[in-house]
């Protein structure tokens, strides 16, 4: 199974799109667009609209874009005058001409008029912002810091680690403070995912300029070596004393740690803290008792300001897992302040360290400032403080505040895009539009959302609010009519299953992974036939697994299957389904002692399946509150996991 973060690739997907009314009333955009078709599972909702052969040429124009193609780009671009989307067939048509075939920028000046042209024409579009960052890259590598500064100041979403770099390169290259950007960095420079060539030139110069140490910046090279970036890292940090560590310690972390326990004092206290680090994170993420061991040594020697982000991070999971509660905070307090702000996770366990400590004050204090977050953690941390876990109370919009969202520019193009399945496009164009919207704005728009059958937009914009909420809203309820019988005949709890099908597919009927899972719940076919077999389900064949009440019946059986085979824990079956019962049972294996469901879930060793379990959990709980009205104990639907040797069921 795939979470829902992990869907790159979805078939056709479609809402019903608005009234007649409201686009009779809207401008000459509205006039232009064209009703595609709807998959079967909406025909009944909305008349058919088509698919036109512009369409389809639009959607080539796309893929040629995405490939950078310049020539095929504006030979489909030619043959698409009036076409709805003008911005669109411009962006695709420019874009190719600033990248190559590789996706870095070219840096020459050949699009820039065409650029300049654009960004006027649909200033203060979703579009155009993301057309000034695509040129803020090509004026960062050319190095026209004057028309990048001003272009920055323009840049909305400033969401790109490449740009930020650039930025910082531009500040550095006016003779600013080195040793103050060097200290903005570190907030920048945290994932090497995301470097690019920007930040790979932004650091040795800082270094140059001696603002940041040779020390850190081997550090932030290291951050790119565990990640197997390894040319990035020698760019970064230069030559490291531990690089052969750092890639022993990914292969076999019990073997390093065993030599490196003979071999440390070869090396400077610097040079052993930081390999400490590197063995304490791959040995947590084997979730083997010695990562305690191997932090505890690095904290010793101290340079916790060296570790990678990751490594920081695991420190403290190593600490949870070993029940080590000074570990658990000395690493917390240790971080990068960009580390420890950017997952409320931390913020909650200092406080139960603190809690462990007797300090109960500071503990209170740590709880409180994220009591208000509407997560996983948030509603642990209201737990610890004795308040409810209820969902807040309904604030409901009038048909006419809904009503009017009809005729919002964004989301008519959204609900276009998605129908001609560009849900990237689609998402970009409704995001958008949600800008500055007040929370009784955004409870109408996820209002209408629903009237349209988009569900992800339902819960994506529904979750956006602050003070206002509609929890019926975030957390929707849509083919309850087909899933509780069958819920109810295997008596498997329906909040749960809500829970997971949010985190799955967001009730994007047509959903489908790039690995073949697809549907509500994101059932494999492999998987689908296993669980056709056990039910007695004959005449099952793969094309049937699109058909919802047959992907509900499945996947649900498979859910049922998993909880059943794993003791009825919650956070083991939630484990399971994403990431497989094989893995989920040997998680487990590797527990020392009972530990505690919230514990269990934040060291599991896979980001993907750790933020699933915590988000299937925390959804889980808020259905039931929404259904039943009633306080819920995430920490009882937790559960404790106590150690188990392995069945002999096998399970797909």
Known sequence: MKSAAQKSKYQRIAGALILGLALAANNAFAEKIKKPKLPKSYESKAAAPEITDADRMFIDLREAAKKNDVFRAQQLASNLVNYPFDDYVAYFRIKPQMFDSAGGPRGDYSADAQVVAFLNQYQGTALADRMRNDWLLVLGKRKDWSRFDAEYAKFVLDDDTQVKCYSLLSKLSQGENPTKLAIDSRSVLLDPSYFGQACQELVPLLVAAGGM?????????????????????????????????????????AKTYRDFSQSASRYSKENQAVAWGVIGQFLAKKLDPNADDAYRLQQELGYNELLSAESQEWKVRAGLRAKDWALVKNAIEGM?????????????????????????????????????????YGQLAREELGKSNQAPARTKVGDQEIDTMASRKGFMRGERLYAMNLRFEGNREWNWELRNMTDKQLLAAAEYAKRVHLYDRVVNTADRTKEEHDFSLRYPTPFRDELSPIARQIDLNLAWTYGLIRQESRFIINASSSVGASGLMQVMPNTAKYVAKKIGMTNYTNDKLSDTNTNLTLGSNYLNMVLVDLDGSWVLASAAYNAGPSRAKLWRERLTSPTEGAIFAETIPFTETRVYVKNVLSNANYYSSVMHGKEQSLKQRLGTIAPKTATQTELP
Do not use: C, H
């Open 213 to 253: 140490t040779p020390s850190e910046a081997k550090a932030i090279g290291r951050a790119a070596s565990e990640k197997g970036f390894d040319t990035m890292a020698r760019r970064l940090g230069g030559e490291d004393p531990i690089t052969e560590i750092v890639k022993a310690a990914k292969a076999d972390p």
């Open 336 to 376: 990068n302040p960009a580390v420890r702000v950017r997952d409320p996770a931390w913020t909650y366990w200092y406080g139960r360290a603190l809690k462990v400590e007797g300090q109960d004050a500071k503990a209170k204090e740590n709880f409180e400032l994220i009591d208000n977050q509407y997560n996983f």
